[in-house]
């Protein structure tokens, strides 16, 4: 008998326990925090240095070869990091190309006529590269802060403004280069800014910037780990941390071992190391990726291109974050012309002839989103690396200029596609759209070939 008021259980089989079922690897991904989108790119990326290198023979995956790579990629990625602000704003800059050669030459005249002319032996030669490369910032931040002025403050639409600024600093430059002339020779503390044998590190102080660059991708991880522990937030699993460490410090190592100081140095023979153009990505990259993410501007802009009604009416003064990325983009391009003006040792009026569109691709390509409001630093260096590896590994397999282009505007609308399928949740949509295009790029690169 029951004691009164004892819940009777009811008789019966006992229910066994029900098994937990498995997490799918989109939930363990997730749980990593990992960027999904440019482990794809790293994945990407690979795929094409392997297919270049079994296409041209091994000629692909050298010391030589991927040191020139990053030297050439050097220049586009500087400016893609502000293109990435510039787009995630709703704006576009359709003047990068013709601004850097504009401001390439200016540089390029300072250090040959003005300088000399002016104080004739005045000035000290040590002193030339310096004041070159401050009249080329500043002259920068003046153009871009009166187009984006006029974006910001004139209402006009920004691709308006940037076209006509395609056309007016494009006829600047012949109006200084008086009808094509070419300014040469640069001054010798100029031209390391270009890289070359000269202008690297070396390997001594190259492994030095690889022990550095190890030990600020332990701290990141681990004061990124300590400030969403303090605010209660979720953490991802320690293995993952420790792993993407480890990842992060063998990358660089074999980085600046198999590249950066196993390519030898044709004059000296001395291993080259780290080019200096390379060094001031890596700075530009950091201070860009700092900006972005911990400081308010970046996170005004991001806030603008997520929803720009609601931007304004929480207090946010757009029209100066507007203006304000034009400038820094204005400062990339002028940091963008001292590196190929000196790699080139000679200011010439083409400079710059399509590197706006090697630059909007690298960033769209790195998965900045044309919509607004998405859009990484590290993703858009990854994107003009991306495409200075088709460009050169079509140039190893002597794939004709026509082709080229062919190529990198096939590329460009493939990702745009891609992204536009993924914001409307079709993934079947931007999987055909990867397929398609690298059906045809492969198409015109075979058909291409000599």
Request: proline content about 4%; overall charge positive.
């Amino acid at each position: 008998m029951a004691e009164p008021g004892a819940a009777e259980v009811p008789a019966g089989p006992v229910a066994a326990p029900v098994p937990k079922t498995a997490r799918s690897w989109r939930s363990v991904v997730e749980s990593t925090e990992v960027d999904t989108r440019l482990v794809g790119m790293v994945i990407s990326l690979a795929v094409i240095w392997i297919a270049f290198h079994i296409l041209s023979d091994g000629g692909f995956l050298t010391a030589r070869n991927l040191w020139n790579l990053s030297v050439q990629s050097s220049s586009i990625a500087i400016m893609a990091t502000g293109m990435v602000l510039i787009i995630v704003s709703r704006n576009i800059d359709l003047s990068v190309g013709s601004l850097l050669g504009f401001l390439g030459y200016t540089m390029a005249m300072v250090q040959t006529e003005w300088i000399p002319n002016t104080f004739d032996l005045g000035l000290e030669r040590p002193y030339t590269w310096i004041v070159a490369v401050v009249v080329g910032v500043l002259l920068g931040a003046v153009v871009g802060g009166l187009q984006g002025f006029v974006v910001a403050y004139g209402g006009v639409p920004a691709f308006i403004v940037t076209l006509g600024g395609f056309l007016v600093w494009r006829g600047l430059i012949f109006r200084l280069g008086e009808q094509g002339r070419t300014l040469a020779p640069l001054d010798e503390d100029f031209q390391l800014i270009g890289g070359g044998p000269r202008g690297s590190l070396g390997e001594g102080r190259s492994w030095v910037l690889a022990l550095v660059a190890c030990a600020g991708i332990v701290f990141v991880i681990y004061a990124a780990r300590r400030r969403r522990l303090r605010y209660d937030l979720s953490t991802r699993p320690m293995s993952v941390d420790v792993g993407l460490g480890v990842l992060g410090c063998v990358a660089v190592i074999a980085a600046i071992g198999l590249i950066a100081n196993g390519y030898t140095s044709p004059i000296s023979g001395n291993p080259t190391g780290v080019a200096y153009p390379v060094v001031i990505l890596i700075v530009v990259t950091l201070l860009m990726s700092y900006l972005a993410k911990r400081r308010r501007f970046g996170r005004y802009v991001y806030a603008y291109g997520g929803n720009p009604e609601a931007a304004e009416l929480g207090g946010i003064n757009t029209r100066r974050t507007i203006m304000l990325t034009f400038v820094l983009m204005g400062v990339l391009c002028a940091l963008s012309a001292a590196v190929q003006t000196a790699r080139l040792n000679a200011a010439v009026t083409n400079l710059g002839v399509q590197n706006e569109l090697d630059v909007i691709a690298a960033a769209v390509i790195g998965g900045t989103s044309f919509s607004g409001g998405i859009g990484t630093i590290p993703g858009a260096v990854l994107g003009a690396v991306v495409m200075q590896s088709l460009r050169s590994g079509m140039v190893l397999l002597r794939i004709d200029s026509p082709s080229q282009d062919i190529v990198v505007g096939v590329v460009l609308v493939t990702a745009v596609a891609v992204d536009s399928a993924l914001r409307l949740g079709r993934r079947t949509g931007a999987i055909a759209a990867v397929a398609t295009g690298i059906t045809v790029a492969a198409i015109v690169i075979q058909t291409g070939r000599p």
